[in-house]
């Protein structure tokens, strides 16, 4: 019988000067001497909570099982695929762009940085700056930014509670206060800061702006609305479907059997990251761990079906590796 189980994660808080004393909306119970901006569940040094693997980082976790814990469709057998993580700006991010994976690869870098936003909860006015306006150019942003007016040269759009929001590598892109977001990714923290408000941190021009692509695919996903499953109470809702990615949103009050792969026959790590109430995630033979808001399980590939049961009622992102060949999805500004 595998060794893997159900691994409930450990949230990693990460301080930013852009984030918050107060992370009550999803942490209630948790106090911090500094701002956090970030709280992320599946990083390589992000650690097991439950059963006999407690204390393991993820990154040696994934070493050690390989496809067992990572699936078929990750890129790297030893190498969890994606990142998940809570946002939480109080002030607005750095103007910056992440590489795609053609440009990573040009520095030696395993992967780019592709990544989408499901808006939790989002303020009246709550925006966030994605891609550049039309008509500007690459020497345009430069010329933006040596005259501290970078803002000026993207494209701000409202965002609200429930949206999901893609934003392929290469694409300049802030985010404004206000939000509080669930950003699923590539592994990969490869961030070059273009502009940032006269704030004392190093910015990255020469590979920012080669890294900028001026039309780039971002914008909101068209969400189609929710179907019944199992013909009761439980809904899912597609969110992105995408090269890097895959992430969907159940709401369930009754309990519902899931596939540990993508549907096709291949193996697929599946992340279940709790935004509202509580649940249990159960495998026949291993120990059920409960998780609720603000919580991540990663359910080993391995494993096959699982079951999640909620407590009354539960809402959750599942997020997964996709087949091969999935294109960039259809989105609006």
């Keep these: 019988m595998s060794q893997l189980y159900p691994l409930l994660m450990t949230p990693l808080f990460d301080p930013r000067p852009w984030g918050t004393l107060d992370l009550a909306p999803i942490y209630p119970n948790h106090k911090f001497p500094e701002k956090i901006g970030e709280a992320w569940l599946t990083g390589d040094q992000c650690v097991v909570k439950n059963g006999p693997l407690a204390g393991s980082k993820l990154a040696g976790l994934s070493q050690r099982f390989g496809r067992e814990l990572v699936g078929d469709t990750a890129p790297e057998e030893s190498r969890f695929p994606l990142l998940l993580k809570f946002l939480f700006p109080e002030e607005k991010l750095s103007v910056q762009v992440h590489p795609d994976d053609a440009t990573a ?48 040269s993207l494209n701000w759009i409202n965002v609200y509670a429930g949206e999901m929001i893609y934003v392929g590598g290469g694409t300049v892109h802030t985010i404004g206060a206000g939000v509080v977001l669930v950003e699923t990714q590539q592994q990969s923290d490869t961030t070059y800061r273009l502009y940032d408000y006269g704030r004392p941190r190093e910015l990255h021009l020469k590979d920012g702006l080669a890294a900028v692509k001026v039309d780039s695919t971002a914008g909101k996903v068209m969400r189609p609305a929710p179907t019944a499953v199992d013909g009761g109470p439980n809904r899912f809702s597609r969110l992105v479907s995408a090269p890097h ?14 596939l540990a792969g993508d549907g096709t026959g291949q193996s697929a790590a599946q992340i279940l990251t709790a935004v509202e109430g509580c649940g249990v995630v159960e495998v026949a033979g291993k120990e059920p761990v409960t998780f609720a808001k603000g919580e991540a399980v990663v359910v080993p590939a391995g494993l096959g079906s699982f079951q999640v049961r909620p407590q009354w009622a539960v809402e959750f992102l599942i997020s997964a590796m996709p087949e091969v060949g999935n294109p960039e999805p259809a989105v609006r500004r």
């Excluded at 780019?112 to 690459?138: D, F, I, M, N």
């Excluded at 990615?245 to 899931?258: A, D, N, Q, R, S």
């Design 105 to 152: 690869h040009q520095h030696g870098l395993p992967c780019g940085k592709t990544e989408c936003w499901y808006v939790v909860q989002a303020k009246p006015g709550a925006q966030v700056g994605l891609g550049l306006k039309p008509g500007v150019t690459r020497e345009d942003l430069a010329q933006a930014i040596a005259e501290m007016r970078a803002e000026d």
């Design 245 to 258: 990615f895959e992430v969907g949103m159940y709401e369930l009050k009754e309990p519902h059997t899931f």
